[in-house]
């Protein structure tokens, strides 16, 4: 797969992080969002065809910024990778986390999926932590209406304390709502009072003895509370972005290193190993979500019915058998089904070959430039596209149904744990999957 040290470690990121302003005024927005929530329909539509698209040094991650204009200020949005949470796993969530915690952005846009509100809100809860000035976009509203899913926004900004729109970003004239409510939350009309993200006693007591810590040797450029937890939760990767960013490593400094012991103590005192931190803490955020997303959000009989599957779809019984069945089902069918149009495929290339060969020879060409155009560069290609084209044509639109149909991220999720012993994540299964297809 051409994984390598270089292609794969810390190298991969850099906080050299690059934003091409208009003019000085502009204030610098990022967008962030879960994977398939519009995030990028809400970014092309803001910003038109005053966009680029590159990546960042370092990285073959693509983002795109964008220019805009509101009644009072002009934009820059930043589109940062899809990502469902700052603790990151991948790539992706690296750079979406350190542009958010080092970009400098003056606010953020977290767009949410109204069909499955809570699982976007354990993404907003976090950004909300980090920066508080975030604006929360509830998007495909209309399809929310369809599934008879109903969301009270007013109620949900009050839950939250920030502001939030309603979206479908399809209907361009929905999006000035963003750029109404971002003048008045960059021109300091609205003043957000973002809702704490709040955890287990154990957990709080061990960041209340750190954060004081963290905010006397970096100041509160970022949430102390925020660094404080992921300084406690070994975070190398973000020490490292730190000292990029403020000069120093915090795992270097004596008072703060003393103290993170003393709460990693306190949390092996109540059971909290090293090893579960990390889960609990997803567990709290989760719990802090599904509170929002209760009081906010209600669902006329699809509830149950997502539950279950889930149940089913992600259980230790049933997870793994119906994963490898659908898996193998789609490799056989690839298979077996690209065996009938790749031989008519053939047969066609290779009868024009012929005709074309027959062509040369009539035009009394040389025989080396028969070989070298027919026999070598044109039969290879026939060949190739014979081979590769009816397996892609089958095997990608069954793994794209896979995806519409919320499946993949159910299987990411159960082989998360075991590629994480290999130092990967669950994410790259599927990449897997469309090497072994391709080989």
């Known amino acids: 797969m051409g994984l390598t040290a270089k292609s794969t470690g810390s190298g991969v990121l850099s906080s050299d992080i690059h934003v091409e302003k208009g003019n000085p005024d502009d204030r610098v927005i990022v967008i962030a969002g879960n994977p398939n929530v519009g995030k990028s329909t809400v970014f092309n539509g803001l910003t038109g065809l005053h966009q680029h ?11 795109a910024q964008g220019a805009c204009k509101g009644r009072e ?4 949005l930043v589109d940062v990778p899809g990502t469902y949470s ?15 915690c080092f970009g400098k952005p003056d606010a953020a846009v977290v767009v949410c999926d109204a069909t499955c509100l809570e699982r976007s809100l354990n993404l907003a809860l976090q950004v909300m932590e980090i920066c508080p000035k975030t604006l929360i976009c509830v998007n495909l509203l209309d399809e929310a209406k369809r599934k008879n899913i109903h969301i009270d926004l007013g109620k949900l900004e009050k839950c939250l304390g920030v502001p939030v729109v309603g979206t479908s970003a399809h209907k361009k004239s929905s999006l000035k709502k963003i750029t109404d409510k971002l003048d ?12 704490q993200l709040r955890y287990i006693k154990p957990i709080e007591q061990a960041v209340s003895i750190v954060e004081p810590i963290m905010k006397k040797h970096l100041g509160n450029v970022i949430s102390a509370r925020w660094l404080a937890l992921r300084i406690i939760d070994n975070d190398s990767l973000l020490a490292e972005e730190i000292e990029r960013f403020f ?24 059971g909290i190993t090293s090893d579960c931190l990390k889960d609990r803490i997803v567990s709290c955020i989760l719990l802090n979500a599904e509170e929002v997303c209760d009081e906010c ?13 889930d149940k089913i779809l992600t259980s230790r019984a049933f997870g793994y058998p119906i994963m490898l069945l659908m898996l193998l089902m789609i490799f056989w069918i690839t298979i077996v089904g690209a065996n009938y149009p790749s031989e008519l495929l053939s047969t066609a290339l290779f009868w024009l070959g012929d005709r074309l060969s027959e062509l040369i020879t009539y035009l009394k060409a040389p025989e080396w430039l028969n070989g070298l155009l027919i ?3 044109y039969r290879v290609l026939a060949w190739v596209v014979a081979v590769m084209l009816p397996p892609m044509a089958i095997f990608f639109p069954m ?5 519409d149909l919320g499946y993949l991220p159910r299987v990411a999720y159960n082989l998360d744990k075991p590629f994480c012993k290999c130092k990967a994540c669950g994410k790259q299964s599927l990449t897997m999957c469309i090497d072994t297809i391709s080989l």
């Open 53 to 63: 698209t590159g990546n960042w040094p370092g990285k073959t991650v693509s983002i």
């Open 399 to 403: 793994f794209t149904l896979l995806e």
């Open 297 to 309: 959000a209600c669902c006329e009989g699809c509830r149950m019915a997502f539950s279950r599957a």
């Open 73 to 76: 200020f002009s934009y820059v």
């Open 86 to 100: 700052l603790l990151a796993h991948s790539v992706e969530e690296e750079v979406a986390r350190n542009f958010i």
């Open 247 to 270: 000069g120093k490593n915090p795992n270097d400094i004596s008072e703060v290193s003393e103290t993170v012991e003393s709460a990693k103590s306190l949390l092996a005192e109540n």
């Open 375 to 377: 026999d070598g560069a």
């Open 184 to 195: 008045e939350l960059c021109g300091g009309k609205i003043i957000p009072e973002p809702r």
